[in-house]
Each structure stands twice: as C-alpha cells, then as structure tokens.
C-alpha cells in the first residue's frame, strides 16, 4: 500500500479565486453569501447565496471553449490549473497513461438545462445548440480536464449529492494507494446558482432567506453555494523523489449508506462513516484534533451530526474542535466537500481553525466546540471532513501531517 500525499491544491468560490484568497477569508471569518445577481431573481423566495464574483469566463476562454464549457467546468478548469500548477506535474509518457482524473458534482450543467428549457419552453425555440448535451453531462468537467492537461488513466465523474467530492476523492485516494496511478487530479464542482436551480431547492423547504448558521439555536436553513476545489493526490515516494511540496497527507476514508430515508439524515450512518475511516487509517479517537463539519445549518442535520460525533468519540468529542466553513461560502452541493477539504489543509499546515460564522446563541443539542465567529490558532496533527448527503449516502476523510 503506498502512502499518498496532497501536493497541489486549486479553489474557486465565493470567498475568493485562488486558494490563498480562499484561506485568507476563512481566517477573517468573511462571509461570502449575499443577495443573489441572475434573471428572474425576483420571483424566488429564496434569493441569497454564496456567489462567485468576480470571475469572467470572457477574459479566460475563447468563443468556441465558452460554447462547450458550463460554468462549473469554467470553475473546474480554473481550479485544476491551480493545483496542478502548484503541483508542478507535466503529464507525459508513463505518467500521463497511468494518471487520471476523479472529480464530483450533483447537478452538472445546470445552468446550461436552465438556459436551454427557457429557449424551447419559454422563447419557443426549436433548435438547440449542438453541443448542450456534451456541456451539461456531468463528467463534462472530468473530461475537459482530462483533455487539457493529458490524463489519460481513470477518469470518471462520481454523483452522490452533498458526498460527491468526498466519493470522488475518496475514490481518486485509493487509485493511487493501491498502485493503480501515481498521481490524480481530484475534487469537485458545482454552480447551480441560475432561477431553476435555487428553485427547485426552495421547493425542499430547508434553505434560509437571511443566513447560513450552523449549530445556532436561531439556525433556519441551508444557503447554496457555486464554485469548485481540485487537489493532486500523488505517491509520496513518487512526490519525494521529484521534490515537490507536500501540504498534507490523507490518511484514510469511509463510506457508508443510512439505508433509512431519502432525506433525513441517520446518526448511526454518519457514525459509521466517521469510525470507519479512523480504522482506515489506522487512527487513534483521540488523535482526531479537528473535523469540518457537514454542517449545513438546518435543523435536523446539525443535531444529527453533533450526535454522531459524540457517539464515536466518546469523552474525546468535547477536546477536539468542529466548524462548518458553509457558514462562510455556501453549500456547494457536489463540490462542497472539496472546498471545505482547504480548512482541513489549513488547520494541518497554519494551525489555524476555520471558523463557524453567524453562530448566535447555544443549542443544547449540539454542545460540541463549534468554534463560533472567530478562527482559532491551535496544533492538531489529524482532521476529518465530513460530507453526508441526501440519499443517506456518507463519505469521510481522515488527513494528517506528514511524518
């Protein structure tokens, strides 16, 4: 079993377009969610989220690319080309036959499906574009990865809702423990961020009209993100002998399902996840210094969570500290778990605690250290991110420092 690293990390989202403006947000405990800037805005109930700004697909794809790239894949582009950047791989000979590309997404193209239902239902259109198809698949980004830097190894799009990064990742970290690659490019995307996509999510009656604020007593709801996180997982005997620059080791990961209910989270599922990957990488409860949270800010998913992190840590779950960044850039569906994996790599590396934002009054139902509005410098050696999707399908992931 080889052990693997993390030598390239790229980010896209509302706190900032790169990874050092993403942790320097995270660090001040800025919030990226605002009131929402698209068509027809006005006729949703629900019109806050943490959108990208300052992005302009115009000033960095020609016409014929903007015509075959959603605006996640515009996300996913962006971000690979800052991990693999930062990575310093050139995909060549050997290495660009083994090596591929694992990333996760929800909803895929669904801006494209927005604008093409308009032209044929609204505008009366007969014809559509040639290449909607090609543009709104979900592995649409996967692919225009794959082809721009050359990965012609395992290349897939994993879809599990809220856990689609964490399976995607997941996935990508066991290709390269077993030998399979010696690098992948890994993460996800999301931007479902246009009238269709946040109104169907009204329709699910969890989302907030003021704010997201996890494990608040005043919580009232999920707020949706957009953008995208790509990491290289590599071979650390791989990454030594070329002298890159190791930002952490990932450790372990677990999968699990509730089997329960299509909605509503199970606390002995999650509890599963979160064991199973400390088993998986070999970790002692008590090594376990941080864990990002699910943490979307409704209800029943942050008791849940609190539960279940109680439940498998025991005496340890009050000494280790828990955060949810949503509280800052939105829930990013499919791509939330990749972007929240930056915290983690944060608290590894600058031992600085990601915040929990917007946090107003105890709930004594989750009485875990939340740390609430302000970062926190602290030393931990082992984190954990937590992804529990709709379905009841969960994926956790163990990192640590390299030792």
């Known amino acids: 079993m080889k052990r693997v690293v993390i030598t390239g990390a790229g980010t896209i989202n509302a706190l900032g377009l790169s990874v050092p403006e993403t942790l ?26 943490g959108q990208v700004r300052g992005f302009e697909a115009e000033g960095r794809y020609n016409r014929q690319q903007i015509a075959l790239y959603d605006r996640f894949t515009q996300f996913t582009l962006t971000a690979a080309r800052e991990a693999i950047e930062q990575a310093g791989l050139t995909f060549t000979d050997e290495l660009a036959a083994r090596a591929g590309v694992v990333l996760g997404t929800a909803g895929g193209g669904v801006s494209t499906w927005d604008d093409n239902y ?34 012609k190894g395992p290349s897939f799009t994993v879809s599990t809702a809220c856990a689609s990064s964490n399976h995607a990742m997941a996935q990508a970290f066991s290709m390269v423990r077993s030998g399979m690659a010696p690098a ?27 704010a997201c604020r996890p494990f608040s007593a005043t919580r009232n709801g999920m707020v949706q993100g957009e953008g995208a996180a790509v990491y290289v997982f590599e071979d650390y005997e ?24 299509i909605v509503t989270p199970s606390k002995q599922g999650a509890a599963r996840a979160i064991a199973g990957a400390m088993r998986d990488a070999k970790l002692a409860g008590d090594s376990v210094g941080y864990i990002n949270a699910h943490g979307t800010g409704t209800a029943v998913n942050d008791k849940t969570e609190c539960a279940a992190v109680a439940d498998v840590f025991g005496h340890h779950a009050d000494k280790l500290m828990i955060s949810s960044t949503k509280s800052m850039h939105g829930h990013l569906i499919g791509g939330t778990g990749a972007v929240e994996l930056l915290a983690c790599i944060m608290a590894l590396r600058d031992g600085v605690i990601a915040p929990t934002i917007g946090y107003q009054e105890p709930d004594p139902e989750c009485t875990l250290d939340v740390v609430p509005n302000t970062a926190r410098d602290a030393h931990v050696d082992v984190v954990l991110s937590n992804a529990f999707a709709f379905g009841g399908l969960n994926a956790v992931i163990a990192l640590r420092k390299l030792t």
């Open 24 to 49: 320097a947000a995270m660090r001040e405990g800025k919030c990226g969610i605002g009131p929402l800037e698209f068509r027809d805005v006005e006729r949703l109930a629900i019109r806050i989220g």
């Open 238 to 261: 791989h990454a030594k002998t070329r002298g890159a620059e190791i930002l952490c080791e990932v450790a372990g990961f677990a999968m699990s399902s509730d089997a329960a209910d």
């Open 184 to 210: 992948m490019v890994t993460g996800g995307s999301e931007s479902m961020l246009c009238f269709g996509g946040v109104k169907a999510w009204e329709g699910l009656r969890v989302m907030s009209k003021d």
């Open 118 to 151: 308009r032209a044929v239902y609204e505008e009366g259109k007969n014809r559509v574009h040639p290449f909607v198809v090609p543009k709104l698949m979900n592995n649409a980004a996967a692919s225009h990865v794959s082809m721009e830097w050359n990965l």
